[in-house]
């Protein structure tokens, strides 16, 4: 996995040790003497990642880093603070300004390439979240806004600690219970099934576990779609080096070392916890805009995008089968009227109603789709042209016969529908000469003086 770097140092020696040692990793690098020339690069969208050193003349570290997750350009930008004091006051310091990690001079090269592996591999996800989310805002979908991360949401996560030994899980418990609820498992063995059927927000594991291979679980917890977006961390000696490599290759997000610096572990558990809720709310994002792509906003039913898509699958399954399928086109008489006369809420309200009138006449198999303005197209699979007309006409009476109460109750207005019937018929047919002869019969009973249902001719 590659990625830009930005190294961001004002001692060039420094800068050419960082550069040598992560070109070596086949990273691209990137290189700032100083804060504001490290903001520019950073804003202009060049760097992936930015490896930003503490002490430096002018705008420190922490500044740079502030303004970074203060703007929204940069706020999704990991930043691993680099510095040569090794006080935890200083490390927590930097993670409390919006650091995702931090990195002690001399640098060891597996923390180097750990870390920003890791980070990397998290920065992609997060830029597919966000280019699908701003893809629906493009094609005015949803108008979405590039959020901030706020340093202090990693708190009230719920978290899963995986140890065996009372005499380590304790005190992690201990330690992270001031931020966070905390559950104990010590049986490895069960520990997928309760990450499976609880939303964990961080699963630390540790692996000094007794007779198990801790890294198997968490292969097992990125390999189940239900477990496999929660941040793992694994708790590591110092002479675990070779499973860190591997763990981080696994996808394990993080890892703290023993003997473990309390204000370290919390630190780094909020880091995670407030990336798992960032990257929710953007899958989240996501959803709501696929829904949106496919949905009519105002009335809730399937939109025409989503009935050309699906229609095409129903009418090859029909094909197949040898089963009947029948499309019903619907448009409500003289609406034009009801907005000129009541206005346009009004007729959005009528439009709302009668499609909850129409999804209570169809069944869960039937496709509803708002075709647009005042029509509305119904798919009925294995029905045949006879029962989708009484279908039809069904509808057309409950319509006629109650009145559509509008504007907040205080107005009832009188609706009538018209409808056109078809279905498949042969071979030769097609999802497009369904639907023209459908919409003939439906322009035919407009012709004939509406509120009434037409089948195509036999």
């Known amino acids: 996995m590659t990625a830009r770097v930005l190294v961001v140092d004002d001692i060039v020696s420094n800068v050419k040790l960082l ?7 086949y990273f691209e690098v990137l290189t700032a003497a100083n804060g504001p020339e490290a903001l520019a690069i950073c804003e202009s969208g060049q760097a992936d990642i930015v ?4 002490m430096m003349p002018g705008m420190d570290g922490y500044e740079v880093c ?12 990991p930043v691993i603070m680099v510095t040569a004091l090794d006080q935890h006051s200083d490390k927590l310091a930097g993670l409390e300004a919006g650091a995702d990690d931090f990195l002690t001079k001399p640098i060891n090269d597996l923390a180097l390439t750990t870390r920003v592996k890791s980070l990397a591999r998290l920065k992609m996800v997060t830029d597919e979240l966000q280019l699908r989310v701003s893809t629906g805002q493009d094609f005015g979908i949803e ?12 708190r009230e996560g719920k978290l899963l600690v995986v140890d065996d030994r009372a005499a380590s899980y304790e005190k992690v418990v201990k ?21 499976a059927d609880e939303n964990y927000d961080l699963v630390l594991v540790s692996l000094a576990i007794e007779n198990f291979d801790a890294l198997r679980l968490c292969s097992q917890l990125r390999s189940i779609d239900r477990t496999r977006m929660i941040p793992l961390l694994l708790i590591a000696q110092e002479a675990d080096e070779m499973a860190l490599i591997r763990g981080i290759d696994l996808g394990v997000n993080d890892y703290i070392s023993r003997p473990i610096e309390p ?20 899958r989240e994002s996501v959803q709501s805009t696929m829904e949106l792509a496919v ?3 105002l009335t809730g039913l399937n939109n025409r995008r989503y009935f050309d898509s699906h229609m095409h ?7 197949i089968a040898q089963k009947p399928l029948s499309l019903i086109v619907m448009d409500i008489d003289h609406f034009k009227h009801v907005n000129d006369t009541y206005g346009h809420q009004a007729g959005d309200d009528v439009l709302k109603t009668f499609a909850e009138r129409l999804c209570k006449n169809v069944r869960g198999k039937d496709l509803a789709c708002r075709f647009g303005g005042e029509e509305f197209v119904i798919a009925m699979p294995d029905t045949d042209q006879e029962l989708a007309f009484v279908v039809a006409d069904r509808m057309r009476r409950e319509v006629a016969a109650h009145p559509f109460v509008v504007a907040g109750g205080g107005v009832q207005i009188s609706v009538t529908v018209s409808a056109g019937v078809s279905s498949i018929s042969g071979a030769e047919d097609s999802v497009e000469s369904m639907l023209k002869r459908a919409d003939d019969a439906l322009y035919a009973a407009k012709r004939n003086g509406r509120n009434q249902v037409i089948s195509e001719a036999a």
């Open 175 to 195: 330690t992270l219970s001031v931020d966070h609820e905390v559950a104990v498992i010590t049986n490895p063995q069960e520990a997928l099934f309760k990450a």
């Open 263 to 282: 204000n370290e572990l919390r630190a780094r558990a909020r880091t995670q916890v407030k990336r798992k809720r960032l990257n929710d709310r953007l």
């Open 313 to 319: 699958n129903l009418f090859d399954q029909a094909a």
């Open 66 to 77: 502030r303004r970074l997750k203060a703007d929204a350009r940069t706020a999704h930008l």
């Open 143 to 154: 108008e979405t806004r590039p959020q901030v991360i706020d340093p202090k949401n990693g």
């Open 295 to 297: 949905k009519d906003s």
């Open 19 to 25: 550069q040598a040692r992560l070109m070596a990793e």
């Open 51 to 54: 490896l930003l050193d503490i």
